[in-house]
């Protein structure tokens, strides 16, 4: 007969076990911890990104806040992916990683996703009607070889674009390049006037493999998608034109000395661009956020300035258009026991309220289908442009930003660095891509 003693020693198991679980574990804390909170209890959620922007995250946050008071989030935040993935990979092997972490469609989503929760499933749960919302699309990108949903996709963007300096052109009596031979002429009569040529971070690996994917579509759309996977070689044609073009690229002098040796962020941007030392830099469909008025130009240089995007010009054979793909998603992490309240900052990021405020910074292109971008009432003409091309190019593109192997999109980036500073040849630089596409495990 089951007693009330037993019943009684039965209760106090499971709460022993309940705490015990609420102490280890993402996060930590305890056991009030594993629900939505409460005012004098809330919940805290450890979130790990490269993205949002400081001042983006500002608004973003706040507006949550406003939603969700008792769900309480301590982030971290590189703007460099390279140092991210070193302290995701390095906590998460010893299970100590974050509730939340931010992946980019491609390799990190094969990469971590070993150490996410299934998405589809948390989702299923707590986000009712997501998937008539959510992007088809996007949601592939996000789902492993495996067939696991690893993150929820919160936002889109691709490459390759230009942000240029109408303002500054315009003093220099320059026109703004609409084919690649104007673009290397504008940058001549710019240098010769004391501005630097277009600032590239090149010491980026993550910029230069967006560049060659992009590239080696305009002479074979598609092939680099079957080199990497095995049923094509980089040593074919295609690759052959595409450094070829990269290395005229270099010899035409569209980028400044030392590009090799200069970071994204906050060298090209911040120091070149948004300190008005040139009127060209290369970049992805995310950086249209500056053609507004916005926290981050605000105190530099150009805050006064007309900036506008284009697409970078057609180099190769063919113009293939953009590429494109999830620039963030968001994964739970398995261990986490605050799953309940990471997922209503997913919803908020996703579907709700936090999805239009990012989407409006124009940080990226929107996941879910009835979100658009509001832009402010003193938005120029230039940027009313731009924001219509970057939204036309990114919906119309079927050209995927990312490769799938980190060790591959690393040695292409390597072998592009090399190239640029006469370290390698081309066929040399393709056999060694080669080489390491071959050692991959598939």
């Not at 990012?358 to 509001?374: E, H, R």
């Not at 799938?404 to 390597?414: A, K, M, P």
């Amino acid at each position: 007969m089951f007693t009330m003693k037993k019943a009684i020693a039965a209760i106090g198991a499971i709460a022993m076990s309940a705490g015990l679980l609420a102490g280890c574990g993402a996060g930590g804390g305890d056991s009030a911890d594993a629900g939505l909170g409460t005012k004098d209890d809330p919940v805290e959620l450890t979130f790990w990104t490269w993205q949002p922007t400081d001042a983006q995250w500002k608004t973003i946050y706040a507006a949550f806040q406003k939603k969700y008071p008792n769900i309480k989030i301590k982030w971290w935040r590189t703007s460099e992916i390279a140092d991210y993935q070193k302290k995701l990979q390095t906590s998460m092997a010893g299970g100590e990683g974050p509730d939340v972490f931010g992946l980019q469609a491609g390799s990190l989503v094969e990469q971590y996703g070993r150490f996410a929760e299934d998405m589809k499933s948390l989702a299923d749960k707590d986000m009712s009607g997501w998937d008539s919302k959510v992007s088809e699309g996007a949601v592939a990108q996000v789902t492993d070889k495996d067939g696991k949903m690893v993150a929820m996709p919160t936002i889109t963007s691709g490459s390759e674009y230009i942000l240029y300096n109408k303002t500054l052109l315009d003093e220099n009596g320059v026109k703004v390049p609409t084919t690649y031979d104007e673009l290397v002429s504008a940058n001549k009569e710019l240098t010769s006037k004391g501005l630097m040529p277009m600032a590239l971070g090149a010491k980026d690996g993550w910029h230069l493999d967006d560049i060659f994917v992009w590239l080696s579509n305009q002479y074979g759309e598609g092939d680099v998608y079957k080199a990497a996977a095995g049923k094509a070689k980089f040593t074919d044609p295609t690759f052959v034109k595409t450094m070829k073009a990269w290395k005229q690229m270099i010899d035409d002098g569209l980028f400044q000395d030392g590009a090799v040796g200069t970071a994204t962020y906050p060298d090209a941007r911040d120091n070149y661009f948004y300190a008005r030392k040139t009127a060209f830099f290369p970049t992805g469909s995310w950086h249209v956020t500056a053609t507004i008025p916005n926290d981050e130009t605000k105190g530099t240089a150009v805050e006064k300035d007309e900036i506008g995007m284009m697409e970078f010009p057609q180099v190769g054979d063919k113009d293939a258009g953009p590429t494109t793909g999830v620039d963030f998603a968001l994964a739970v992490n398995k261990d986490s026991k605050k799953k309940a309240a990471a997922m209503k900052f997913i919803e908020f990021m996703t579907t709700g309220e936090g999805q239009q405020e990012w989407v409006d910074t124009l940080q990226g292109s929107p996941v879910d289908k009835d979100v658009t971008a509001k832009l402010p009432d003193d938005a120029s003409e230039t940027a009313k442009q731009s924001v219509e091309l970057v939204t036309k190019g990114q919906a119309a593109s079927k050209l995927e930003r990312k490769l799938t192997s980190q060790e591959l999109n690393d040695e292409i980036g390597v072998q592009m660095q090399n190239i640029y500073t006469g370290d390698a040849t081309v066929d040399s630089a393709l056999k060694a891509i080669q080489q390491v596409n071959e050692g991959l495990d598939r």
